[in-house]
């Protein structure tokens, strides 16, 4: 397992991901992603937090997700590139997968909240599809990894 670089739209912020414990790619159609994403869906990469390493000048904003979890969006504070999020309800971090330096050759394992994605996506055969999402951490595990 390599260590995953990634930054910002500007460049003022980089980051790095070392080699340790990941979720399988997943990608997340729920509207509040849409919103949020201004996307058809968010492509995601759960990490801890720990293996994190970030340069640059960041900020940090905070909502209520519909879960009732309260989540930190950590992004760059020059051009406001979303680059991942915490919450207090599960020990790992989201990094934003697109902004990651090896995106193009990231494709996701699996796809929740198909219920609300955009007609026009078509979802691979081979990708697991989830009305929603995994109930529990034990569900997450089961079907998202870690990866090797």
Excluded at 40 to 54: H, K, M, R, T, Y
Excluded at 111 to 131: C, M, N, R, Y
Aim: aromatic letters at 10%; charged letters at 20%.
């Amino acid at each position: 397992m390599d260590t995953l670089q990634g930054g910002c739209t500007c460049g003022a912020v980089r980051y790095s991901v070392k080699p340790g414990f990941r979720f399988k790619l997943y990608a997340c159609h729920c509207t509040d992603c849409q919103t949020r994403t201004g996307s058809a869906f968010g492509l995601q990469l759960a990490v801890f937090p720990a293996d994190i390493s970030v340069s640059g000048d960041t900020s940090c904003g905070e909502y209520s997700a519909p879960s009732g979890a309260q989540v930190k969006v950590f992004g760059c504070s020059k051009c406001l590139t979303r680059l991942y999020t915490t919450n207090d309800r599960n020990p790992l971090a989201a990094i934003r997968a697109g902004t990651l330096d090896n995106s193009n050759e990231l494709v996701p394992f699996a796809h929740f909240w198909v219920g609300s994605k955009q007609p026009w996506v078509i979802i691979p055969e081979d990708a697991a599809a989830l009305e929603t999402q995994p109930r529990s951490p034990e569900d997450w595990v089961k079907l998202l990894g870690p990866q090797s």
